[in-house]
């Protein structure tokens, strides 16, 4: 029979060029029912056993990523296809959480994608449109950019060298030996570092860089 499916959809429209779309193109693929809100789609899912359900977000009496959460603790093996025009973190979010394996945006799929993601979400791994996998990477990037960056990578290279050296014990004459630099340069770059991180001692300065491993002993 090939994949069973189950075209969940309040839009009458909607729901029958899915249909018609599938049983025109996609002869490994079958659509066994079809519902119009999500307490349909738990009814229907109990008595037809569809591989994968494609899930509007939208719909009356229980939406989509509700029957999603229902779904799953019930019959956990059922693969939750989202077809939704939602282009919304959120929405991508609470619905993976919920349990969807994949997520396509309404506004720029073709049967060719959809056929994949179908097929992704049946053999239990996860499917996302090229618009919703932007909009997370933007999402993650932009709240990256805004993290306030730790003190230590504040330091320049040269820095950190010699927190390194400090923390495994060496002096500051022992570092200007080996560093090729003056015994005041040393100092100058101590002083900087602990200004930088807000320490007032050597001992400080050595518990923070063996806190942050920025030290080379084991």
């Given at each position: 029979m090939g994949i069973k499916l189950l075209?969940?959809?309040d839009h009458p429209l909607s729901r029958l060029g899915l249909v018609e779309l599938i049983q025109r193109r996609m002869p490994n693929m079958m659509v066994v029912g079809e519902a119009e809100?999500?307490?349909?789609?738990?009814?229907?899912t109990h008595e037809l056993h569809p591989d994968v359900i494609i899930m509007d977000i939208q719909m009356p009496v229980m939406n989509g990523i509700e029957a999603t959460r229902r779904i799953m603790s019930e019959r956990p093996e059922t693969g939750i296809l989202v077809f939704s025009m939602e282009l919304d973190k959120?929405?991508?979010?609470?619905s993976l959480i919920a349990g969807a394996r994949g997520y396509l945006c309404k506004l720029a799929v073709d049967f060719t994608e959809m056929e994949t993601a179908i097929c992704t979400v049946a053999n239990n791994e996860i499917y996302l449109d090229s618009k919703i996998s932007e909009l997370i990477v933007k999402e993650y990037l932009l709240q990256f950019h805004n993290q306030s960056p730790s003190p230590s990578k504040l330091l320049t290279i040269r820095e950190r060298e010699i927190v390194q050296m400090i923390a495994d014990?060496?002096?500051s004459k022992e570092i200007a030996s080996k560093l090729e630099v003056s015994d005041k340069t040393i100092q100058v770059h101590r002083h900087n570092v602990m200004k930088k991180l807000?320490?007032?001692?050597?001992a400080a300065l050595t518990k923070y860089a063996l806190r942050e491993g920025l030290t080379t002993s084991f």
């Open positions: 075209v969940v959809d809100n999500g307490v349909e789609a738990i009814r229907l959120s929405f991508v979010e609470e014990g060496f002096n807000n320490l007032n001692s050597v």
